[in-house]
């Protein structure tokens, strides 16, 4: 039986695919997989006598490598936020004191953030106590009366 000749541009197809894919779900992963596809093909072109177990393999090193090395840059370049609670509405009004809409009875009542109600929990008060948000969970403000 006949071995399957592998030409370089069999891996640079592969790279055109590979950059396709990471059009379509980016993440900077594929990408890294189409330039090491790249690369292959290139060494191939070079070097036309080495076997396809050595493709395989240089084009798995150099994979696994560039992804790596992309992870531990991006991880280094990474930044503390100046607004750690941007996208955390609700732990922003941890410590924030208002006052109640609606009473608290049961266990739940209602308090005016902005131009929204949300629905807090604590031990039962009257309508208009000022109370203080202690904790989040979901979308419920925990809540302690003030005195």
Sequence with gaps: MAELEIVFWYWWVLA???L????LAP??????LAVSAFVVGSVLLMLPSIGF???LLLFSVLAVTSILVWRRYVSAKAQESDHP?????GAQYIGRIF?????IENG?????VGDSLWLVHGEDCPMGVKVKVVA???TILDVERCE
């Design 16 to 18: 055109v695919g590979f």
């Design 20 to 23: 396709a894919i990471e059009l």
């Design 27 to 32: 993440g900077f992963f594929f990408l890294w």
């Design 53 to 55: 177990e050595m493709q």
């Design 85 to 89: 609670l941007l996208n955390q509405r």
């Design 99 to 103: 006052n109640l809409v609606t009473p």
């Design 108 to 112: 739940q009542g209602k308090i005016k």
């Design 136 to 138: 989040v969970k979901g």
